[in-house]
């Protein structure tokens, strides 16, 4: 066992356990928006963010990857993560305004839509990675794909056409957390 | 070029079936095509034992690979920091003007030129710079540019 | 030749030495890219062809760049016996000249740049004096090369051989005392023992990070796990910086020799280069250098008979700026794309293929055969406490001397730019200095005697990064050079995480509305508190750096921002919705140079008669100003 603290309170965890593991063992509460327990953590969201220090030096790292380690100091609620946080929300609101996980999320965090919001999108795909990481490691059919990087980064299936690999099982619809995937999956999916 | 099965197999030969090559394989086929034609990419995904799914990833992720035919000549504009302070960026639209590009970067419709940005070509001494094909033109202006233009569509 | 022990190493160096200092003259001419693109191949080809139609006695050989880049085409003459002669801006034009009077016995005094009198190899123990006697007539008073302001602070150190060998000739190096660094190494040093020399030595990464190169190789050594891996970051993607693709282009092989060793002290038998694609001549010429070492038995099995195997292969990246991260870079090795990931496991314990991989950069690798051969205290003496040895900086933008500069680290800002540099050009001031690329900040001239080295510029809100230094003078907008850098990022984020993919989109839309007369003081402590969530945020040192530029711009150039925002006036007249181009009608002199140019038509007016600008047509592309020779477009 290894032993640290989260927020000044001692807690336990097993070898290969993150701290949101331990966390969530604990009931204490971090937000997340890219994890999910069936998949790998992919680190894209950042929601999850905590400061460590770790005896050498306090840094912001995501608790859905980070190996927890003995001593460490956690904390889960301090000006330099909730300013991450309330951005975090803050852009992703903007881009999907009617998902009610951003709504909920915006009133945790006090944010509202800010003048940068583009008028008709409603439901904006986060690139979580959710529906990609499910299909590969879930379903095994890996028919999702990313395509392109920065702002042109997309979740799709090579050439835009339907792809032979997939199984039509929906995992990937019932897997994402904006609604997004209903407008895409016709379009991908065999 | 046609993509033939025999001009495929040449480059294909060349790289044992393992995912690790994709990138190399698929350098290997846009220099021959100047682009990733879709029969190229299954194939080469086939021979490597990785899903296509992975090979457009790989495809579209770098700047290197077009899905698209470019053109006969490559107009590179450097837009680094040295040509950015040199006046890069109007040199770029006069580029972009006269090849009547209508998007940021594109091919020409006779499909002659194909522009595009780079940032650096590591020529900073002599910027502002743009490569043509494997010649690299430095100290331009917008009236140079023009003239580049010019000698190239003659040739 | 085959190389297996000291006696075939010393066969090698008098055979490459008699290559190097030929008794009978040599026409040596600089042929890495920035001399290709001044024009340099059709001089090689001309000398050729004339030594070869008139039966001359002597060679023609090519090499890499001494760092004069503004002074390409350079060509050297070495002749028995006399200084080496440097010739600059040799156009073939000139070089016909020049041929004419150097095939005739005689000393060319036109388009002389500087003698050398003293070739100091570094590791080929001690300075070789190149004539005898006295100078006398025109060479005696010829100006040395550390006579010349851009040479005289310069020390070259991983440059050692730039300009003095043929990259293509294993021969060369070794005369200059090359591979014998890895010999020592290989037969007198345990592994352990290099790895102290190094970590002794204070050499850190010359890539970005400035990491301790000791203690990166010793936890990679520690690391459980095989095969291991060491790799040499080749992918300069830092936009203005370009030490790396001349070092490959002038010296391939003190990077290969620094991988080898670095091997043996990791315990490494394969390695891999990753290289930019957009460099063709330096992947050319890594390729013809690695199959040379093959060749010689330098690298591949059994090094120098002592057990020790090592090979390299060869990567091209796909033209992806992130690639450069150490993370993004290993995935791109592997064939998927470069996104980075966390490194909360270290890649020296987890890495390419997830085995233990030491990742070190092209300026890294080549300082490290200088360490083992002249031990760690003489390189600790070099540079200042925390940052010891020197350093590769790409001195570009609006300054007179532009190249590469390799000096001891410690040198102030001011020197580089003034007496190196040889200032801004006239009519202009000096406003800033931009260090460390992308991920670098810019440093006001209120700041300029501060000293180059990693600390203090990681103080002052810019790192040393790659080495890269643009000069910007009262011409530049530093509303717009953030807006430029984040471009770039916006452009090269591989779009994994929200802060960087939609945070950096943000603080350029914020930025665009300070360059469009939109933008709010509220907008200003916005913009601080995105850009520190960013750099917070991110997933890897990409987005984590990538708010440098807009966080030092706002820290040192607040002023500038405002007038955006409070006045609605760009001060150095660049954002194109804050100013107003017009004709002065009194310098106008009716030249229709301007009309003629103006893809607006916007310009009318009679010949020698004052132009009129229509400011309603004008689409501010500036075709105008840049034709104007009386300075008659003004913009503000």
Not at chain 3, 189 to 200: D, H, L, N, S
Not at chain 3, 431 to 445: D, V
Not at chain 3, 473 to 479: A, L, P
Request: hydrophobic share 40%.
């Amino acid at each position: 066992m290894i032993t640290f603290t989260i927020d000044g309170k001692e807690v336990q965890g097993q070898e290969d356990w993150t701290v949101l593991d331990v966390a969530k063992w604990h009931g204490i509460d971090i937000p997340t928006l890219c994890y999910h327990p069936a998949v790998e953590p992919y680190g894209a969201c950042r929601l999850c963010v905590v400061e460590v220090d770790d005896g050498r030096r306090s840094r912001v790292v995501i608790s859905c990857m980070y190996p927890i380690r003995e001593g460490i100091k956690v904390l889960t609620d301090t000006p330099r993560i909730n300013n991450v946080r309330r951005w975090i929300v803050q852009l992703l609101l903007d881009e999907s305004p009617a998902s009610p996980k951003m709504q909920e999320l915006a009133t945790k965090f006090g944010v509202t839509p800010s003048r940068f919001k583009k008028a008709g999108v409603d439901f904006a795909c986060h690139l979580c990675g959710l529906c990609v990481r499910a299909c590969h490691e879930v379903v095994g059919a890996q028919a999702l794909t990313f395509g392109n990087r920065g702002l042109r980064k997309e979740i799709t299936s090579p050439f835009h056409t339907g792809s032979k690999e997939c199984l039509s099982c929906g995992t990937c619809l019932y897997v994402c957390p904006t609604g997004a995937m209903e407008q895409l999956f016709d379009k991908v999916g065999a | 070029m046609s993509v033939t099965f025999k001009s495929l197999e040449t480059i294909l030969d060349q790289y044992p079936p393992n995912p690790e090559h994709l990138i190399s394989a698929l350098q290997d086929v846009q220099a021959k095509f100047s682009y990733i034609p879709k029969e190229a990419m299954t194939a080469v995904c086939d021979h490597l034992g990785v899903p296509v799914s992975r090979g457009w990833a790989v495809a579209t992720f770098y700047k290197a690979f077009s899905l698209e035919p470019k053109g006969e000549h490559e107009i590179s504009v450097c837009l680094g920091t040295a040509c950015h302070v040199r006046g890069a960026r109007n040199v770029y639209e006069k580029f972009r003007r006269d090849l009547a590009i209508p998007g940021e970067e594109g091919t020409t419709k006779d499909l002659k030129f194909t522009l595009r940005q780079v940032r650096c070509l590591g020529c900073c001494s002599m910027a502002p710079v743009a490569q043509i094909d494997e010649e690299v033109h430095g100290g331009l202006s917008q009236r140079k540019a023009g003239t580049l233009l010019k000698q190239f569509r003659k040739r | 030749m085959q190389i297996k022990t000291l006696e075939d190493m010393q066969t090698a160096k008098k055979l490459g030495l008699a290559q190097l200092y030929p008794d009978k003259p040599k026409i040596l001419v600089g042929m890495a890219t920035c001399g290709l693109a001044a024009g340099a191949q059709k001089v090689f080809d001309l000398f050729q062809r004339k030594a070869q139609h008139e039966h001359w006695d002597g060679v023609v050989e090519k090499t890499g760049c001494i760092g004069f880049c503004y002074k390409e085409p350079l060509v050297d003459f070495i002749l028995p016996d006399k200084p080496r002669l440097t010739y600059e801006q040799v156009t073939p034009d000139v070089a016909e000249e020049l041929w004419s009077e150097i095939s005739a016995g005689k000393i060319p005094e036109k388009h002389f740049l500087a003698r050398l009198d003293i070739d100091d190899p570094i590791l080929d123990g001690g300075p070789r004096k190149l004539y005898k006697g006295k100078l006398k007539g025109f060479l005696a008073k010829a100006p040395r090369y550390e006579d010349l302001d851009f040479f005289k602070l310069q020390r070259h150190l991983a440059m050692r051989n730039c300009g003095f060998v043929d990259p293509d000739n294993i021969l060369h190096y070794i005369a200059r005392g090359g591979y014998f660094a890895l010999y020592k190494a290989l037969t007198e040093m345990a592994p352990e023992e290099v790895i102290e020399a190094v970590t002794v030595a204070g050499l850190r990464g010359r890539g970005g990070g400035g990491f301790p190169t000791g203690v990166k190789w010793a936890s990679c050594r520690k690391a459980q796990g095989w095969p291991k891996y060491v790799l040499c970051n080749a992918d300069e993607g830092d936009p203005g910086a370009y030490m790396d693709r001349s070092l490959i282009e002038g010296d391939p092989h003190a990077i290969l020799e620094g991988m080898l060793i670095g091997a043996y002290a990791i315990g490494s038998s394969e390695g891999y280069v990753y290289v930019r694609a957009e460099y063709p001549l330096a992947v050319k010429t890594l390729q013809r250098s690695i199959l040379a070492a093959r060749e010689a038995g330098l690298l591949g099995e059994n090094i120098f008979g002592t057990g020790f195997s090592f090979d390299i292969k060869l990567n091209l990246g796909g033209g992806a700026f992130v690639c450069g991260e150490s993370t993004a870079l290993m995935a791109s090795i592997e064939g998927k794309p470069g996104e980075p990931r966390a490194k909360y496991v270290h890649t020296v314990d987890k890495g390419l293929w997830n085995r233990p991989s030491n990742l070190n950069n092209v300026e890294t690798w080549a300082n490290v055969p200088l360490i083992i051969a002249k031990g760690a205290d003489w390189y600790r003496d070099i540079g200042t406490e925390g940052s010891k040895g020197t350093k590769i900086f790409s001195l570009v933008g609006q300054v007179k001397n532009v190249g590469l500069v390799e000096v001891p680290m410690g040198i102030s800002i001011k020197d580089m730019v003034n007496l190196i540099g040889g200032g801004v050009p006239e009519t202009k001031e000096f406003k800033a200095i931009q260090i460390g690329g992308p991920s670098g900040g810019c440093i006001p001239r209120e700041l300029w005697d501060l000293p180059i080295d990693f600390d203090s510029l990681w103080d002052a809100g810019a790192i040393m990064g790659s080495g890269g230094m643009i000069v910007m003078d009262d011409s530049t907008c530093m509303v717009d050079v953030a807006k430029f850098f984040l471009d770039f990022l916006i452009d090269e984020s591989c779009g994994k995480c929200i802060p960087c993919r939609l945070g950096l989109k943000r603080m350029r839309e914020i930025l665009e509305e300070f360059s469009t007369g939109k933008g709010t003081v509220a907008d200003l402590d916005e913009l601080q508190s995105l850009a520190e969530a960013v750099k917070d945020g991110s997933l890897c040192a990409l987005g984590g750096s990538a708010p440098n530029p807009v966080l030092s711009t706002l820290r040192y150039f607040r002023e500038e921002y405002e007038a955006h925002v409070l006045r609605r006036k760009c001060p150095a007249a660049v954002c194109k919705e804050l100013i107003t181009y017009s004709i002065n009608q009194e310098l106008c002199n009716g030249c229709t140079a301007c009309v003629q140019e103006c893809p607006q038509g916007a310009i009318t007016g009679e010949k020698k008669k004052p132009h009129q600008l229509n400011a309603a047509l004008c689409i501010k592309c500036g075709a105008c100003h840049e034709v104007c020779k009386f300075k008659a477009v003004e913009v503000f």
